[in-house]
């Protein structure tokens, strides 16, 4: 059973004023649409909502015939940029604002946190804000009176319920806010990215109630986050938009290795020239790149590739030293995966001032994952004192390897940060016969 249907929905804005502008073009549309009963004129003129570009025209489409279903029970993730049309999404199922055009269809009861202290009242008191949301709710009194004592606890602002949420901070709004969203059974559970602003012990505590909700209690959940990690470990299913069109559907994991790989194309090799290579205290980088077959450099690279990284810098310092190159790897959800250096590594050529220096590093098979991968940061050091820095210098993907094992286990695996190929040695002393 849908739980909630998205059918031809679009949501038009005008920029700069609410109204059309001019007191004709208001009766004009009034006409139209009302008297008439034909479509409204200025929908034909709207723009898709590029915020990035100028544009020519004062009408944007912030959603355009967005389609797809939720299902009851099912915990949705909305992925997108900033402006991408998240909010408004939720808007409207939550009917702050209406459609443009299409219909949504929600059945249930729905419980939204869209905005810090959304709905709070600043004069009243925390434990008068619970009241007051709840009966928005649709609740009765009795009913949030019996959930008041789970709903202060969860929050954790128990000494300040009794005080004027004006004197609230930020987070303690957020989590008073998400509290009574979550206790006052909604079927349908809306969270816009204001988890992003409570501390992490908040952030622990309010997945877990939104997985408790949706999986003990069978309750709807469509959760807007910038946080993949959280995406993936709350959702199962996710929605990618751009520009106010969804561009992907599927499940969560496929969502955001699409957003995430959609960010970006695989920058494998960099080279400058004198001219034009970055500059930085001395030094120039003249050329990164990463490959797994120095026969085919362009190749794809599977976790079962050694993978190979070259940098060239030309040094014009004076000064003795040592002289490394450090780079730090990153993963596509943003996680550190290590960082190595040259540092205490024997060099090929000893040279201690200025000279180009070429750097090889070799990260062994079977060690990094399947995904896409970054060299996040590249640093040139003397003596461990930074000269050059350059940031987001190669983008990568490994791919999952060919050749499976006879369980399909390579393949199929994608848990964790890395993917090693452990050497193990199984024994068993047990001299136990065992009888047919």
Same mark, same amino acid.
């Not at 109204?19 to 649409?33: G, M, N, Q, V, Y």
């Not at 544009?55 to 912030?62: D, F, I, L, N, T």
């Not at 946190?113 to 434990?127: N, P, S, W, Y």
């Not at 790989?261 to 980088?285: F, I, M, Q």
């Given at each position: 059973?849908?739980?909630?249907?998205?059918?031809?929905?679009?949501?038009?804005?005008? #920029?700069?004023?609410?109204?059309?502008?001019?007191?004709?073009?208001?009766?004009?549309?009034?006409?139209?649409?009302?008297?008439?009963?034909?479509?409204?004129?200025?929908?034909?003129?709207?723009?898709?909502?590029?915020?990035?570009?100028?544009?020519?025209?004062?009408?944007?489409?912030?959603?355009?015939?967005?389609?797809?279903?939720?299902?009851?029970?099912?915990?949705?993730?909305?992925?997108?940029?900033?402006?991408?049309?998240?909010?408004?999404?939720?808007?409207?199922?939550?009917?702050?604002?209406?459609?443009?055009?299409? !219909?949504?269809?929600?059945?249930?009861? $729905?419980?939204?946190?869209?905005?810090?202290?959304?709905?709070?009242?600043?004069?009243?008191?925390?434990?008068?804000?619970?009241?007051?949301?709840?009966?928005?709710?649709?609740?009765?009194?009795?009913?949030?009176?019996?959930?008041?004592?789970?709903?202060?606890?969860?929050?954790?602002?128990?000494?300040?319920?009794?005080?004027?949420?004006?004197?609230?901070?930020?987070?303690?709004?957020?989590?008073?806010?998400?509290?009574?969203?979550?206790?006052?059974?909604?079927?349908?559970?809306?969270?816009?990215?204001?988890?992003?602003?409570?501390?992490?012990?908040?952030?622990?505590?309010?997945?877990?109630?939104?997985?408790?909700?949706?999986?003990?209690?069978?309750?709807?959940?469509?959760?807007?986050?910038?946080?993949?990690?959280?995406?993936?470990?709350?959702?199962?299913?996710?929605?990618?938009?751009?520009?106010? !069109?969804?561009?992907?559907?599927?499940?969560?994991?496929?969502?955001?290795?699409?957003?995430?790989?959609?960010? &970006?194309?695989?920058?494998? /090799?960099?080279?400058?020239?004198?001219?034009?290579?970055?500059?930085?205290?001395?030094?120039? #980088?003249?050329?990164?790149?990463?490959?797994?077959?120095?026969?085919?450099?362009?190749?794809? $690279?599977?976790?079962?590739?050694?993978?190979?990284?070259?940098?060239?810098?030309?040094?014009?310092?004076?000064?003795?030293? !040592?002289?490394?190159?450090?780079?730090?790897?990153?993963?596509?959800?943003?996680?550190?995966?290590?960082?190595?250096?040259?540092?205490?590594?024997? &060099?090929?050529?000893?040279?201690?001032?200025?000279?180009?220096?070429?750097?090889?590093?070799?990260?062994?098979?079977?060690?990094?994952?399947?995904?896409?991968?970054?060299?996040?940061?590249?640093?040139? #050091?003397?003596?461990?004192?930074?000269?050059?820095?350059?940031?987001?210098?190669?983008?990568? /993907?490994?791919?999952?390897?060919? $050749?499976?094992?006879?369980?399909?286990?390579?393949?199929?695996?994608?848990?964790?940060?890395?993917?090693?190929?452990?050497?193990?040695?199984?024994?068993?002393?047990? !001299?136990?016969?065992?009888?047919?």
């Amino acid at each position: 059973m849908n739980a909630i249907e998205f059918d031809h929905v679009s949501k038009q804005y005008r #920029l700069g004023l609410v109204s059309t502008k001019t007191l004709s073009h208001d009766i004009r549309r009034f006409w139209i649409t009302n008297i008439l009963g034909k479509e409204d004129p200025y929908l034909k003129i709207g723009e898709t909502n590029d915020r990035a570009s100028k544009g020519s025209s004062e009408y944007v489409w912030a959603l355009r015939d967005i389609n797809f279903n939720v299902e009851q029970g099912d915990v949705v993730g909305i992925i997108g940029k900033n402006g991408a049309g998240k909010s408004t999404l939720l808007k409207l199922l939550s009917r702050v604002t209406g459609p443009t055009t299409g !219909q949504i269809r929600a059945h249930g009861r $729905i419980g939204s946190l869209l905005e810090v202290g959304t709905g709070f009242h600043a004069e009243m008191t925390g434990r008068e804000n619970i009241f007051m949301n709840g009966a928005i709710l649709g609740m009765t009194r009795a009913e949030i009176q019996s959930k008041l004592d789970e709903i202060v606890d969860f929050s954790g602002c128990e000494r300040y319920i009794d005080t004027p949420v004006k004197r609230y901070s930020s987070g303690m709004m957020v989590r008073l806010g998400f509290a009574v969203a979550a206790h006052l059974d909604p079927e349908i559970l809306v969270v816009d990215e204001v988890l992003a602003v409570g501390d992490a012990e908040f952030q622990k505590k309010a997945i877990g109630k939104m997985q408790d909700v949706s999986k003990g209690e069978g309750r709807t959940v469509l959760f807007v986050s910038h946080n993949m990690a959280s995406i993936k470990q709350l959702c199962k299913t996710g929605v990618v938009l751009n520009q106010g !069109q969804v561009e992907f559907s599927g499940s969560a994991n496929e969502a955001v290795d699409f957003y995430l790989s959609a960010g &970006h194309n695989e920058v494998r /090799e960099v080279s400058y020239t004198l001219d034009d290579a970055p500059y930085e205290d001395g030094v120039r #980088l003249l050329s990164a790149k990463v490959y797994a077959d120095p026969q085919d450099p362009k190749g794809r $690279i599977y976790t079962t590739n050694d993978i190979h990284l070259d940098f060239e810098f030309l040094n014009d310092n004076k000064q003795e030293g !040592q002289y490394d190159v450090t780079f730090f790897l990153y993963d596509e959800m943003n996680n550190e995966i290590f960082c190595t250096s040259s540092y205490g590594k024997p &060099h090929a050529v000893e040279c201690t001032a200025a000279g180009t220096y070429h750097a090889h590093c070799v990260i062994p098979s079977n060690l990094l994952n399947f995904g896409t991968y970054r060299v996040g940061r590249l640093l040139f #050091l003397r003596n461990d004192s930074i000269l050059m820095e350059r940031k987001d210098v190669l983008y990568f /993907e490994i791919n999952k390897p060919v $050749i499976q094992d006879a369980y399909g286990f390579i393949a199929s695996r994608k848990e964790g940060l890395i993917h090693p190929n452990l050497d193990w040695l199984v024994s068993c002393n047990d !001299q136990t016969t065992v009888k047919p």
